[in-house]
């Protein structure tokens, strides 16, 4: 997506064709394997952290394609950095990490000379945000209050779980041990399910998991510490995630490899009603608005009374009064005034493009 204001700019969306102009912010790799199906040939220069550019660029290797470390503007996580628009304005901006790995950043982009933030830009959850308010240059840069703050939406309306990770890997452990003490194949995304893998080893399947190949490269791009992930000699194997379920069975044979869907652990990179509600609070934006997911059909939740609340400029009397106008009749065998009766417009309409917000409050 791209602020309207600031076409330059491009937010989790990496354009198929080039322009020099064009600064992409990666923020997240959740969605990259869908965008890059078909491969740019050349890329736009692209702002993220070391972590998320190595990541990033050994997959895109991976496919064969035309980039190198050059094509990346790689910045210190938590450290200000200066843009250069197309038409000459000057803004600053920083990448913050919100999770314990830092494959989840939140943007921040403002006016060189400082003042409220332009754009705040978090598009999946931060489960760590006390490493946010740890930052002091954070600190300072929301205390002038924030003018647009985009969010992600897509699961604003379900309902709020809990997820406690020593339960989730007892789930884990008895769904293998009721089918014949199987293996647990867990057929998790490349991107995105980083977070979850660390949790889980935190918990009794400690060293009982095994990461497929291609996924340990890529975790290793996050952290170096995949002793507490990767199975052990030692260890009865517990867990295979990643890869085929097909190349588990050849693996773990002669034991046998049952599949659990990963919905079944109720958690995913989205974020819940929960960071929704604590980015809000944190920031009191001035304006709400919803990202335009990749590949969407451009229909974005309108944004609900419950983070409506903590706008800067919220206030509960406009609040009913805007609603007691909308629900608003006309009383039984009253007489409309004598006004020219006006035919309403049919509303443009615009194609989704993938690369715009198109909801805000």
């Known amino acids: 997506m791209r602020p309207k204001d600031h076409p330059d700019l491009h937010l989790d969306v990496i354009p198929k064709m ?23 040939r050349r890329f736009c220069r692209m702002y993220t952290t070391d972590a998320l550019a ?63 933030l332009l754009y705040c830009y978090s598009a999946m959850r931060l489960d760590n945000i006390g490493r946010l308010l740890g930052n002091p240059i954070f600190n300072s840069w929301i205390a002038a209050g924030t003018d647009q703050l985009y969010l992600n939406l897509s699961s604003v309306n379900m309902p709020f779980v809990h997820v406690d990770f020593d339960e989730m890997a007892i789930t884990i452990k008895e769904h293998g041990s009721r ?3 199987s293996v647990v194949h867990l057929d998790v995304p490349l991107f995105g399910y980083e977070e979850l893998l660390w949790k889980l ?35 009865i194997p517990r867990v295979y995630v990643y ?36 980015l809000c609070s944190l920031l009191r934006p001035q304006h709400i608005q919803g990202i335009v997911p990749f590949q969407s059909d451009g229909v974005i939740p309108p944004i609900p009374p419950f983070l409506k609340r903590f706008k800067a400029n919220y206030s509960p009397q406009t609040e009913a009064a805007v609603s007691r106008i909308h629900n608003l009749s ?8 004598p006004y020219r009766a006006v035919q ?17 409050d």
Not at 19 to 35: G, R, Y
Not at 64 to 70: C, D
Not at 249 to 274: A, C, F, G
Not at 344 to 357: I, Q, T, V, Y
């Open 18 to 40: 080039y322009d020099p102009h064009f600064k992409v912010f990666v923020t997240s790799l959740c969605h990259v394997q869908k965008q890059l199906e078909k491969l740019p």
């Open 54 to 116: 190595t990541q990033l660029l050994k997959y895109l290797k991976s496919l064969k394609a035309n980039i190198t470390k050059q094509d990346f503007n790689v910045v210190k996580e938590g450290q200000p950095f200066p843009l250069i628009l197309s038409d000459g304005k000057r803004l600053e901006a920083m990448l913050c990490s919100g999770s314990h790995l830092g494959h989840s950043l939140i943007l921040l982009i403002r006016r060189q000379q400082g003042g409220r």
């Open 179 to 181: 089918n014949n003490n």
């Open 201 to 235: 080893a935190q918990t009794r399947l400690r060293g009982h998991i095994r990461l497929d190949e291609k996924l340990a490269e890529s975790y290793k791009c996050l952290s170096s510490d995949l002793e507490c992930i990767q199975e052990k000699n030692n260890y």
């Open 243 to 278: 890869g085929s379920l097909e190349d588990a069975e050849q693996m773990y044979e002669p034991r046998n490899v049952v599949s659990l869907d990963i919905k079944n652990l109720k958690w995913s990179p989205t974020p819940t009603r929960m960071h929704l509600r604590q």
């Open 330 to 337: 006309p009383k039984k065998g009253e007489k409309q005034g």
């Open 344 to 360: 309403a417009r049919k509303a443009f309409e615009f194609l989704n493009d993938g690369d715009n917000s198109s909801d805000s």
